[in-house]
């Protein structure tokens, strides 16, 4: 499996962007599928996840101004960042979750290459 990420960029507060991660093979509706972010000197976080059957869970830092969404015939998971500040600065990695059809979104071994988002104030 692999997962393709883009649509990173440098961007200024209150700024916009559309990160996207590309996922091979046929299964991809089977698959929880999420966004993590890393900023420098910082553990990975979850930002935000989306269930085959479209349930999603943001972290409280992103809610109202992320949207994570799919489509199932593209193979493809969209993190929609809206009123970014300097706290989003980051490297973001899009991962498939540990099982098909398990539910809830938990971590899997596949993992996206990282697409560096960073916003100036």
């Known amino acids: 499996v692999q997962l393709q990420a883009s649509g990173g960029g440098s961007v200024q507060a209150g700024g916009s962007l559309r990160l996207s991660c590309v996922a091979s093979g046929n299964d991809f509706s089977m698959y929880a599928m999420a966004w993590h972010r890393q900023a420098p000197g910082k553990q990975r976080e979850l930002v935000g996840s989306i269930t085959g059957g479209g349930s999603k869970i943001y972290a409280d830092s992103v809610k109202g101004r992320f949207t994570i969404s799919r489509d199932n015939a593209k193979n493809t998971v969209y993190l929609q960042m809206k009123s970014l500040n300097a706290e989003d600065t980051a490297v973001y990695y899009c991962?498939?979750?540990?099982?098909?059809?398990?539910?809830?979104?938990?971590?899997?071994?596949?993992w996206g290459q990282g697409t560096q988002v960073t916003v100036s104030s």
């Open positions: 991962n498939r979750g540990h099982a098909p059809y398990s539910g809830p979104y938990y971590p899997g071994f596949y």
